[in-house]
């Protein structure tokens, strides 16, 4: 059983389409992230959910916009995409500060 | 300045040898200390984590905080082909009852055989 599962794994797309990335983790975690890792492999926090209610909003563009029908899902939905747009995106869930379980990765090419 | 500071490598070493990474920080308010390990095209995983100044030994890894210094450390021991991925640490400060995480941004390790 994985743990933090994401979908899809791969999403090849033009400019200006709509896209949404799906995740369910089965740990029981109360939170639940969205993560951003460039070319770099650079990761950088967008959102996080605590009990579906939204916690962590970083600087993210408005066309990206998460949404947690129940704890234990935490979806992101991403308009009008654009080529700097392309990255992998990751989910993770948490229960404390001790450290996330991550998903596998969804890797999204804009072109 | 970037709240976490990390070399990116790439770090080459024969099999056998220690291995040292590290990371210097800025933000006091970290409470726990973290390494992950991600292999190419996969997930960052979850290695060890630390809460204070101090030592932690797990296996062949060890990681060091020094926390008056800012200053943290992952030593591998006897180092593996399968040791080879890119290692980033990470701190984790407590947000508005949520646990918000700052990676480095990574080292990319090989080990040769």
Redesign the interface.
Known sequence: DTA?SQTPKYLVTQMGNDKSIKCEQNLGHD?MYWYKQDS??????MF?Y?NKEL??NETVPNRFSPKSPDKAHLNLHINSLELGDSAVY?C?S?Q??????????T?LTVV | QKEVEQDPGPLSVPEGAIVSLNCTYSNSAFQYFMWYRQYSRKGPELLMYTYSSGNKEDGRFTAQVDKSSKYISLFIRDSQPSDSATYLCAMSALISSASKIIFGSGTRLSIRP
């Open positions: 933090v939170t770099k492999k650079f990761l950088k926090i996080s605590n916690i962590i990751f993770a948490s404390d500060m001790r450290g996330y379980t991550f998903g596998s990765g890797r």
